[in-house]
């Protein structure tokens, strides 16, 4: 396993949680990182990816004011800091990185990514 994301739980309506995506140093050397998510039911979606120096992030509109990446490359971690959670944020949440160097590219799509982590579940009740 290359990447492990963990930091998710059970959280109510308008609160927060910290994401942490936790990798060697090989898988993150030099490529995106992004955030997905699924709910049960639906496709694996965007939330947010940064570029290896951090110095460009994109974020999904549904997110977009509410959750904050980072990443810490002397650690190699990427975090997502989730504020203002709703319901529909509702998903497990997974990490994954791009092996192509690029302070440009932060795909969207799934197809963008190399290297997956297994996931961590978040819940957030009304």
């Known amino acids: 396993v290359q990447l492990q994301a963990y930091g998710g739980g059970l959280v109510q309506a308008g609160g927060s949680l910290r994401l942490s995506c936790a990798a060697s140093?090989?898988?993150?050397?030099?490529?995106?990182v992004g955030w997905f998510r699924q709910a049960p039911g639906k496709e694996r979606e965007f939330v947010t990816g940064?570029?290896?120096?951090?110095?460009?992030?994109y974020y999904a509109n549904s997110v977009k004011g509410r959750f904050t990446i980072s990443r810490d490359n002397a650690k190699n971690t990427v975090n997502l800091q989730m504020n203002s959670l709703k319901p529909e944020d509702t998903a497990i949440y997974y990490c994954?990185?791009?092996?192509?160097?690029?302070?440009?590219?932060?795909?969207?799509?799934?197809?963008?990514?190399?290297?997956w982590g297994q996931g961590t579940l978040v819940t957030v009740s009304s």
């Open positions: 140093r090989r898988t993150f050397r030099s490529g995106a």
């Open positions: 940064i570029t290896w120096k951090g110095g460009r992030t």
């Open positions: 994954a990185a791009r092996r192509t160097p690029s302070e440009v590219v932060i795909p969207t799509t799934t197809r963008g990514y190399d290297y």
